[in-house]
């Protein structure tokens, strides 16, 4: 009996519906959009919040990051005319850390510059780095062929590197690169494995974290080739030398672009973060460095992605508002045109919530036909802004249930108010109506 | 049910009143303006009767018809239908009665235009709960009977007025009413359609339906038993028409 009534009140509202195909579809644009802005926006934020947390995971979570920053110039240094600044960390730093840190696990120094590479004929900008041989230690990059830098190769200060696939692509196109030697400023470095494309220290996603030295910054989309760090300091020098990129007189020297400590727990994160801050500002005059923080990263992206969410859903319930409107203004209207069939079936012995049903069931019906072919549409955007605009989006069960459960109820909010006004008409004065 | 019940009042109690109005009022209010439309009508109707109702435009017809379908709530007086007192009951039992006891016929046939024939000839069986099959057969079996079984798939604008009133006329049968109430149901029609709709009634009469109809068609009202003649609101004559 119940089912029945449904079945017929549904007929009913879908016959209406038909009639007025044009109408029909434009109202249901509305929900048409609203649904598949919520769907997009969410899918958007989503896959944002996701490749944020996987760059930043891959700093690792364990680790504090302490890079070379360019102290803010006085106004006195700039008179003065200097031909030759010296900031940032030192060898004497990462010792510090290493006998005053409780919790330290691994402690790795890096240089890190950009260079010139030269295979055969062929050159390409490198991002050179001077680490030690327990670097994978504290990154996720992975040895795929070969090995990488060992304590012998330290040691003897070998002419010895490691280059990632980015660098293989780059350089070697079609050889083995194992074996092959590649041309730095004036020496050769003969290549002894190739690890998985280096791990940027910068995550792009986070508008706090600037680049620490214009080393890393220039860096980012390099290949990459690890050296020992004996042999840089052999070959390059115990500093790396570097015009200043604001006045081409200033000459920079800096001895360390980076120091990373592991620690053995998540927890030992942030009060190791203090110890290393402590020691820093005894030492350094300057705030020459800057300390980065995955974990804290983290909890920032995590942060950042919940406003992130709630604004982007915000402007989608905005506009799914907009759209009820304009279902209601349309429902307003097919009620008055249809003030005579109202009268008529009141006459026949329709209730009052036999209309109302029935008014509402159209609203119903348009609502979650919009919102069905919203969320097809809501999916099928974000993959068009995978594919097209290669941004990451992810599609979660949770929005889609959102999306859904929003169009209903904006469908029985927004029908309601129609539904009641066309229960409440006089019978009467529905039949007169012309 | 109730439609059961009321068909056995129809059926097997020949001559007993169907409905008593006692004087009975009915007054619209244009701003501040009373408009007393209807004054202290005293009516009564047995069952089988046939009676017609004229009298000038706006003397009235029209809100004492509405008024016996329960359409209407009279200002004042007392309005029995069935035994049953009409100014006590609420918006829903109303529709119940009309839905289940009356059978309207307009002027303007008021069919459903996106429905086909038989769906329109469903419309009231709808509302009383029978399944899509039963309805469906009844109305088929409506149509027939008024001469439509050929064109159940129509619409209402595909249809001739005539054609129109007579689907009308198988719609207001559906629930067997206990009433059968007509507005002018001639009054849009050519002579040969309104003959045809005047057949019909006159066939429903002598199988013993209860009809009241509106009408300025001397045709109609010499058909009746009963003739009421209303003039501003009150009832000026009565008068029997010898068979
Ligand atoms: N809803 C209403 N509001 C105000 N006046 C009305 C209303 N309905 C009917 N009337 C008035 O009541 C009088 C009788 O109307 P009606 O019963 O339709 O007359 P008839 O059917 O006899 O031509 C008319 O003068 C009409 O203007
Ligand atoms: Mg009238």
Redesign the interface.
């Known amino acids: ?1 119940f089912l ?2 449904l ?2 009140i549904l007929k009913l509202g879908i ?2 519906l038909w ?1 007025h195909r044009l109408r029909s579809t434009l109202t249901a644009l509305g929900i048409i959009f609203g649904v598949s802005s919520v769907i997009a926006m969410l899918a958007i934020g989503e896959g944002a919040s996701r490749d944020a947390q996987a760059k930043i995971a891959q700093l690792g979570s364990q680790n504090i990051i302490i890079k070379t920053a360019k102290p803010t110039e006085d106004q006195s240094a700039l008179g003065q005319q200097q031909t030759l600044t010296e900031y940032g960390l030192t060898y004497a730093d990462a010792d510090r850390f290493r006998d005053a840190i409780p919790d330290v696990q691994v402690i790795v120094p890096n240089r890190r510059f950009p260079h010139q590479a030269q295979y055969r004929t062929r050159r390409v900008k490198v991002e050179v780095i001077g680490t030690v041989p327990w670097y994978p230690e504290i990154s996720n990059v992975q040895v795929k062929l070969g090995r990488f830098l060992g304590d012998i190769d330290m040691q003897y200060k070998e002419g010895i590197c490691v280059v990632d696939e980015k660098l293989v692509n780059d350089l070697f196109a079609f050889d083995d690169p194992i074996g092959q030697s590649l041309k730095i400023a004036s020496d050769y470095y003969r290549v002894v494995g190739v690890s998985t494309e280096k791990t940027s220290t910068t995550t792009s996603s986070n508008t706090e974290e600037k680049d620490a030295t214009g080393a890393t910054k220039a860096g980012a989309n390099l290949g990459g080739i690890y050296i020992p760090l004996t042999t840089v300091k052999n070959r390059f020098g115990e500093t790396t030398m570097q015009m200043s990129n604001s006045s081409g007189r200033t000459l920079e020297r800096i001895e360390l672009q980076e120091i990373i400590v592991k620690v053995f727990d998540i927890d030992q994160v942030l009060d190791t973060r203090k110890s290393v801050e402590t020691l820093l500002k005894r030492y350094h005059k300057k705030t020459d460095y800057e300390i980065v923080v995955p974990l804290e990263l983290m909890r920032q992206a995590k942060d950042f992605q919940r406003i992130f969410t709630i604004v982007l859903g915000s402007i989608a319930a905005i506009s799914l508002l907009v759209g009820g409107i304009g279902i209601m203004n349309i429902m307003l209207a097919t009620v008055s045109e249809r003030t ?2 109202i ?12 209309i109302i049903f029935q008014f509402l069931s159209e609203t119903l019906i348009l609502t979650l036909f919009g919102g069905i072919l919203g969320i097809v549409l809501g999916s099928l955007i974000p993959y068009l802004v995978t594919y097209y605009g290669s941004m990451p989006t992810v599609i979660t069960g949770s929005s889609l249930t959102l999306a859904f459960g929003i169009s209903a109820a904006v469908g029985i909010i927004f029908g309601l108010y129609p539904a009641y006004r066309a229960a409440n008409m006089d ?2 004065e529905s ?1 007169r109506h012309e | 049910m109730i439609m059961q019940k009321s068909q056995k009042i129809a059926g097997f109690k020949e001559n007993m009143t169907i409905l008593k109005m006692e004087k009975l009022c009915k007054n619209y209010y244009l701003g501040s303006v009373e408009l007393r439309v209807l004054r202290e009508i005293n009516l009564t109707i047995t069952s089988g009767e046939y009676v017609a109702i004229m009298g000038p435009s706006g003397s009235g017809k029209s809100t004492l018809l ?1 008024m016996i ?1 329960c ?2 709530r009279p200002t004042s007086g007392d309005y029995q239908l069935g035994g049953q007192s009409v100014s006590e009951l609420n ?2 039992q109303l ?2 009665i ?3 006891r009356i059978g ?1 016929i ?1 002027q303007s046939f ?6 086909n024939v038989i769906e329109n000839i469903q ?2 069986m ?4 029978f ?2 099959h039963e309805s469906a057969e009844k109305a088929l079996e409506l149509a027939e009977m008024v001469g439509l079984g050929h064109r159940v798939e129509h619409r209402p604008s595909e249809l001739s007025g005539g054609q129109q009133q007579r689907v009308a006329i198988a ?1 207001a049968l559906a ?1 067997d009413p206990l009433i059968i109430l007509a507005d002018e149901p001639t009054g849009n029609l050519d002579s040969t359609s309104g003959s045809e709709i005047l057949d019909i009634l006159n066939r429903l009469h002598e199988q013993g339906k209860t009809l009241i109809a509106v009408t300025h068609d001397e045709g109609i009202a010499a058909g009746a038993e009963r003739v009421i003649r209303l003039f501003d609101g009150c009832i000026d004559k009565e008068e029997y028409n010898k068979r």
Do not use: C, H
């Open positions: 009996m029945f009534r079945k017929r016959k209406s009639m005579r069939e009268g008529i079936r009141r006459a026949l012995g329709a209730k009052k919530r036999d019978p009467i039949l | 509405n379908g359409l209407d918006d829903d529709s119940m009309r839905g289940t309207f307009f008021n069919l459903i235009s996106q429905l419309v009231p709808y509302y009383q709960g399944t899509e719609r629930n």
